[in-house]
């Protein structure tokens, strides 16, 4: 494959290379010759491979793609039928012959044939075919904090099939608390959740280094399951992950709400064999989420107890910041409030924050090289 995208970038270079000697603006010609020349020799980018979404950032250009991590590939032959948001809609909808699947579990990598396949897919996709990794081109990726040494490999050897150069991993709390604007260098502890499909990061932070956290694989995935079982054992009536994951943007919640909400849902009975719908209600959904929910807030005292005195004043002056798609679950910052005590800040795009966070460290590799050198011998 990398011959097959060296010769094809020879071909574009040669395209934009002016054939005679520019008249005029010689210096200005050769600059942008320059520029292009180094856009092809480095394509420096940063990767969240999420359970649930996997996100890539491009300098200069931000959030390039925002993809569920899912791909659906034909059974017996393998071949890729679809890859992110197309294959997510296939979920718990696919004849005999096709598999919907999600490589990652829990934060890690679960099936790592099909994830490299689908970083390849959608680093192409992002970079436009024949563009991508040259010569030393940089690449962070997340990784949950937890992960063990095998989970670390497999991410590279991902990262490595799919053509990548310099590989870093950061740790996604690090990251998430850049991405949501905290100042990670200073001596002052902040405290940052970030609740994903699979993960739960807790992590108190200062001096470019984590302090202390807590990891626990409970996040919006099991609030989902939390949901399915309910459901089956309320109603008798059989749910996919897809309409649970719905239920849960739509009614889901921590706390109590100030107007309570109904759904309708629809299901195959599992008596009777056929479809059915039932009215549901926020209040019961609260009740099926009460076991992650409960995980989550538990974790965060844990990590509390765990945080050095003059770090744990500066979390009960400044509160911690909630990040990721699960931490938009209503009433779950006014819950931890509420359980510790402490201000809970959302930010604006929290499943942007791991990307952002680690495409700033990309940005300014002098400010971040503590990251970048303990990242590169992870
Ligand atoms: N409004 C919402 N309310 C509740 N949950 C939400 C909401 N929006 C997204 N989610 C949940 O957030 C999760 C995805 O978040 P995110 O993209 O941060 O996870 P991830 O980074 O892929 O996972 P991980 O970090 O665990 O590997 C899903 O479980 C999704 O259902
Ligand atoms: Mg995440």
Redesign the pocket.
Known sequence: MSKNLTKNMKKRIVKDVPSSPPNGNTQGRYMSWLRILKRYLSANIAV?L????TLIYIPDKGVALNEP?VVALEKESHKLIAVGGDAKRMLGRTPDEILAIRP?KD?VISDIMVTERMLDHFLKKTLHQGRFFRYKSRVIICV?AGITEVERRAVRQAANQAGAGDIYLVS?PIAAAIGAGLNVGGPRGNMII?I????TEIAVIALDGIVCDTSIRV???E??EGIVQHIKKKYNLLIGESTA?QI??EI?SAHELEKELTFRVKGRDLIKGIPNTEKISSEEIRDALKEPVDAIVEATKQSLELTPPELASDIVDNGLVMT???S??RGLGKLITKQTGLKVNCVENP?EC?VRGAGEILENPKKYQKLLTRGKQL
């Open positions: 969240d999420g359970t649930a979404n991590s990652l934060g949950p996604e970030d994903g499909g699979g993960t996040a919006g995935d609030m989902d994951e849960k943007f889901g990721g798609g699960g938009q679950l499943m791991v």
